[in-house]
């Protein structure tokens, strides 16, 4: 495939998620109604990607609607109702990395400054999730912070924080760039990630979040392949469950890209195209031992992924990209 094919293949993905933007702006999992702000902005990824500025733009002020005084928004909604009555730490951040997707593209400096307080409120709020020890609590709720620190979290922080200070250095807000580390090889070996001291090793996100983060190497890429690649259907979810998933799939080849195992993406990327259903888009998941697809969902989120590994590995959007930070 090349890139104006990839491009041409992906584009009822990238309408599919179109569909299931509200008029509101918010873009929903499904027909479901669940949303969530960290996979609303993975699909405003996606949209950056095949710039669609005006589902963008909608999708990024609904969220600075939602956000709070505090820089921070709640956990999940489902029809505009919270379900999810606490906060998470990289949530609310993350609207930095579809922010620099778009001036990437388009490089609208004053849409970017036009959100200045917003940007800096958002990060203040991080900020207040760190612990004395330097680590990021995972949550917070009416009981104070969630005595967790998550790989998964803490990687998606550490890249909003690249996207923070990269914005900073556009809008001239040098002053601001946090030249702190979230996260290093290090910390990486704490137990503090053992969510309720249950180990994670078992997750494949907590094994390719690090290699996102350019924390690792082709070592420990093919580490994480061995456990969890599935020949000719793409990465598990779960190491002891028959179940691969798009989304880690889709993420897992970037994660290879950024480690220099192109070849090893490019393969991986070509199977799980076998997955797009006759509407153009593709599940969530695949059970290949009872042969369905599982769970019965179909998520806007998982679709973006998709479309952000197609533009790390084909450059279908022609411009540099947020997801290589």
């Not at 584009?11 to 609303?40: F, R, S, V, Y």
């Not at 996207?163 to 702190?180: K, P, R």
């Not at 090889?185 to 969510?195: C, G, P, Q, V």
């Not at 390719?208 to 350019?214: E, Q, V």
């Amino acid at each position: 495939m090349n890139q104006q094919k990839v491009r041409e293949n992906l584009l009822t993905t990238k309408n599919w998620i179109l569909e299931n933007q509200n008029k509101e702006g918010a873009i929903l999992w499904d027909k479901k109604g669940k949303w969530d702000i960290w996979d609303h902005c993975e699909c405003l990824i996606a949209l950056a990607i095949y710039e669609e500025w005006e589902a963008f733009d909608k999708g990024i002020r609904y969220c600075m609607k939602l956000i709070n005084e505090d820089g921070l928004v709640k956990s999940e909604f489902i029809n505009n109702k919270v379900t999810k009555n606490f906060y998470e730490a990289h949530h609310a951040p993350y609207i930095f990395l579809p922010l620099l997707q778009k001036y990437y593209i388009d490089a609208d400096q004053e849409y970017l400054e036009s959100f200045r307080k917003e940007i800096q409120k958002i990060y203040q709020g991080l900020q207040n999730f760190k612990g004395k020890d330097g680590f990021y609590f995972w949550a917070l709720d009416k009981n104070g912070y969630a005595d967790n620190s998550l790989i998964t979290s803490t990687c998606s922080i550490e890249l909003s924080r690249r996207a923070f200070n990269e914005i900073c250095s556009i809008i001239g807000d040098e002053n601001l760039i946090d030249s702190s580390v979230v996260i290093s090889e290090t910390k990486l070996i704490s137990k503090r990630f053992n969510r309720d001291g249950i180990d994670r090793s078992r997750f494949s996100m907590d094994s390719y979040y690090p290699l996102l983060c350019g924390c690792g190497n082709k070592m420990q890429a093919k580490e994480t392949l061995k456990k969890f690649y599935v020949e000719g259907l793409g990465v598990k979810c779960v190491i002891e469950e028959p179940w691969v998933t798009l989304a880690e799939s889709s993420e897992c080849i970037i994660a290879l890209f950024k480690v220099g195992m192109k070849s090893e993406a490019l393969k991986i990327f070509s199977e799980i195209m076998q997955f797009k259903n006759t509407d153009g888009y593709f599940p969530t998941g695949y059970q290949y031992e009872l042969d369905i697809f599982w769970p019965e969902e179909n998520s806007t989120w998982t679709n973006a992924a998709i479309i952000m590994a197609a533009d790390c590995l084909y450059d279908i959007s022609g411009k540099q990209k947020v997801i290589l930070l």
